[in-house]
């Protein structure tokens, strides 16, 4: 049985997190070894570069510098975690990968989108996510949740990004969906938690009984 990688994407504050831990404990009965990860992150070389990303003031990085931090721990998550764990056949459920470089740093952040395929072909190279579910959700509705969320404020550097950068996020997000339509899945977060648990469900359903 090959290994399956799923990968959760979208705004601030569309729900990613939640939905992965629910539809981690629905897993939690399956035999198939679960890996529940996150970028910027997964190891600790690359959570220390997460503190670099998602705190301080929001203009302490160029969106090219950015980029290149998140692609130091993404190798990192790579090798340590993430492909280690598809070798042993695993399911991996990763909140942000490859995606959110492109869109926060290419889309929203004017870095060069030609930059970033550099990196990414260097640095992810053939281990693609199976499956990518996208959140969407307007985001002022997004941020309003972000902010309201207890002990954000240390990891809120991008939260502080302003309403234009976040308009562009979720545009991008959107284009990613549409350009790949056989990987990516589009799920309303607006809609009630129930109802997006269920989506995620039958999709990540859907993606076991394929691989």
């Given at each position: 049985?090959?290994?399956?990688?799923?990968?959760?994407?979208?705004?601030?504050?569309?729900?990613?997190?939640?939905?992965?831990?629910?539809?981690?404990?629905?897993?939690?009965?399956?035999?198939?070894?679960?890996?529940?990860?996150?970028?910027?992150?997964?190891?600790?070389?690359?959570?220390?570069?997460?503190?670099?990303?998602?705190?301080?003031?929001?203009?302490?990085?160029?969106?090219?510098?950015?980029?290149?931090?998140?692609?130091?721990a993404?190798?990192?998550?790579l090798?340590?975690?993430?492909?280690?764990?598809?070798?042993?056949?695993?399911?991996?459920?990763?909140?942000?990968?490859?995606?959110s470089?492109?869109?926060?740093?290419?889309?929203?952040g004017?870095?060069?989108?030609?930059?970033?395929?550099?990196?990414?072909?260097?640095?992810?190279?053939?281990?693609?996510?199976?499956?990518?579910?996208?959140?969407?959700?307007?985001?002022?509705?997004?941020?309003?949740?972000?902010?309201?969320?207890?002990?954000?404020?240390?990891?809120?550097?991008?939260?502080?990004?302003?309403?234009?950068?976040?308009?562009?996020?979720?545009e991008?997000?959107?284009?990613?969906?549409?350009?790949?339509?056989?990987?990516?899945?589009?799920?309303?977060?607006?809609?009630e938690?129930?109802?997006?648990?269920?989506?995620?469900?039958?999709?990540?359903?859907?993606?076991?009984?394929?691989?």
């Amino acid at each position: 049985m090959p290994g399956l990688f799923i990968t959760f994407e979208g705004g601030e504050g569309t729900g990613k997190s939640t939905h992965i831990r629910r539809l981690a404990e629905r897993l939690k009965t399956r035999t198939r070894e679960l890996l529940v990860t996150r970028e910027p992150g997964g190891t600790p070389e690359a959570e220390a570069v997460r503190a670099l990303l998602v705190s301080g003031e929001a203009s302490r990085w160029s969106a090219t510098a950015e980029a290149l931090l998140n692609y130091a721990a993404r190798e990192s998550h790579l090798a340590l975690a993430i492909r280690p764990a598809l070798e042993r056949s695993a399911l991996v459920l990763c909140d942000r990968f490859m995606d959110s470089t492109r869109v926060y740093q290419g889309y929203a952040g004017a870095c060069p989108i030609a930059f970033i395929d550099v990196l990414e072909e260097t640095i992810v190279g053939a281990t693609r996510p199976d499956l990518t579910i996208i959140f969407d959700l307007d985001p002022k509705a997004g941020l309003a949740r972000a902010h309201a969320r207890t002990g954000a404020a240390a990891e809120d550097r991008y939260e502080r990004k302003g309403a234009e950068f976040h308009q562009r996020v979720r545009e991008g997000f959107l284009a990613i969906a549409h350009a790949d339509p056989k990987r990516c899945r589009v799920i309303d977060a607006g809609a009630e938690v129930e109802t997006v648990s269920a989506q995620v469900w039958a999709l990540a359903s859907e993606a076991l009984g394929n691989g």
